[in-house]
């Protein structure tokens, strides 16, 4: 079966840096993912992990440790419109298996 | 131009009807996905299609029958509606034939409001 596990919420100031876990325990696996969801919106993709290490594009970077079954979302110099919920996703055998999400609430 | 498209936004609809949401991506991918997020947020897998053929049905009721006629879209049917399907039902594609990992990741349709009352 597939088990992914995520703080539901999480609180941080503008200006500041926040770092999102995932852990998951999957049959397999063929890459993670992190998604951003703002309120009544469809998810948008934000990263792709497949090999251990960290991938960095712009203020967002996601680590994958693959041996721990463990990532995480990096979130640099936050700003109010990063409030969202944020989705971590594991691929195995053609479909991605989605987190609960963290609710991120950016506070000025 | 919108790259997955579902239809209609709002679906309110009285218990026991049938009702049909459609999608459509216009990125050329092969892959396409229906999933359901419920009112906790969780978002679940319900089908998937490669190419037109069904290659992921997850533990669905058997009121849903998905209906893929080309690459590019992707019908969901709910017979006999109940208060449990109340959900948001997202659509998506990616690039990727069966198995193959994307880098890309899914680009999700704007999402169908289902209401039943």
């Known amino acids: 079966g597939q088990n992914i596990d995520q703080p539901t919420e999480m609180t941080a100031t503008e200006g500041a840096i926040v770092q999102i876990n995932c852990t998951y325990q999957t049959s397999g696996f063929n890459g993670l993912f992190w998604y951003q969801q703002h309120a009544g919106e469809a998810p948008t993709f934000l990263s792709y992990?497949?090999?251990?290490g960290l991938e960095e594009k712009g203020r967002f970077s996601s680590f994958l440790s693959r041996s721990k079954g463990y990532s995480y979302l990096l979130l640099k110099e936050l700003q109010m419109k990063d409030s969202a919920s944020y989705l971590c996703a594991v691929r195995d055998a053609g479909k991605s298996t989605f987190g609960d999400g963290t609710t991120l609430t950016v506070k000025p | 131009d919108t790259a997955v498209s579902q239809t209609p936004k709002y679906l309110v609809t009285q218990m026991g009807n049938d009702k049909s949401i459609k999608c459509e991506q216009n990125?050329?991918?092969?892959?396409m996905y229906w999933y359901k997020q419920d009112s906790k947020k969780f978002l679940k897998i319900m089908f998937s299609y490669n190419n037109k053929e069904l290659i992921i049905n997850e533990t669905v009721p058997n009121r849903f029958s998905p209906k893929s006629p080309d690459k590019a879209h992707l019908n969901l049917h709910i017979n006999s509606l109940e208060l449990g399907d109340s959900a948001v039902y997202f659509c998506?594609?990616?690039?990727?034939?069966?198995?193959?990992?994307?880098?890309?990741?899914?680009?999700f349709g704007s999402g169908t409001r289902l209401t039943v009352v």
């Open positions: 998506a594609s990616s690039q990727d034939a069966r198995g193959a990992a994307s880098k890309n990741g899914y680009t």
């Open positions: 992990n497949v090999l251990d």
């Open positions: 990125l050329g991918h092969d892959t």
